[in-house]
């Protein structure tokens, strides 16, 4: 996808360990999201950022992290994975609040 | 109950036909309204946007929002194979800096 890279692209993990993914952009938008998609659920969000530093828990942000320390950069951290957080994750971003989400390809997580 | 209501299907039709994709809401708030198309194992993509109510075309493709019954449409018309893909609505309300997303509707159009 355009300007929008996940790593990594595919990950398994044991429970109880943390694990970090990236999203990284190069169209120097200001927002920048975490959604996880599950079968039934569809996509939630899970924490989103208007801003370097600035950051905001979303619907399903329990047992996660972020931090943005540089614009291009939004990390998420699952402190000690469980198998509930079995998921695909998608990174979006957006120029504005009233525009449309380009997402990334997405990071297909399993925890064992 | 979700804030945005959306039948998974799966929904297969013929290729050439219309196809009809629906969602409802429940927050009056809502004034931003998205269409996106994800294809297997792939992200979704922007497909239509639309602001407040009143219909949008583009291409093969029409938007429609009906806030009065807070209601949402996407129509396709001459639907091709390629169009196979998972369709989710998605809206937010002024100011909102994250989108409620429906739970997406798998579409298969049918040589």
């Known amino acids: ?112 | 109950q979700k804030e945005v209501e959306q039948d998974p299907g799966p929904l297969s039709v013929p290729e050439g036909a219309i196809v009809s994709l629906n969602c409802t809401y429940s927050n009056s708030a809502f004034q931003y309204f998205m269409w996106y198309r994800q294809y297997s194992r792939k992200g979704p993509e922007l497909l239509m946007y639309t602001y407040s109510s009143g219909n949008k075309e583009d291409g093969r493709f029409t938007a429609q929002v009906d806030k009065s019954s807070k209601y949402i449409s996407l129509f396709i018309r001459d639907s091709q194979p390629s169009d196979s893909a998972t369709y989710l609505c998605a809206m937010s309300g002024q100011g909102a800096q994250k989108l409620v997303f429906g739970q997406g509707t798998r579409l298969t159009i049918n040589p």
């Not at chain 1, 990236?22 to 950022?49: A, F, V």
């Open chain 1, 1 to 112: 996808d355009a300007g929008i890279t996940q790593s990594p692209r595919h990950k398994v993990t044991e429970t109880g360990t943390p694990v970090t993914l990236r999203c990284h952009q190069t169209e120097n938008h200001r927002y920048m999201y975490w959604y996880r998609q599950d079968p039934g659920h569809g996509l939630r969000l899970i924490h989103y950022s208007y801003g370097v530093k600035d950051t905001d828990k979303g619907e399903v942000s329990d047992g996660y992290s972020v931090s943005r320390s540089k614009t291009e950069d939004f990390l998420l951290t699952l402190e000690s994975a469980t198998s509930s957080q079995t998921s695909v994750y998608f990174c979006a971003i957006s120029e504005s609040e009233f525009s449309g989400y380009t997402f990334g390809s997405g990071t297909r997580l399993t925890v064992v």
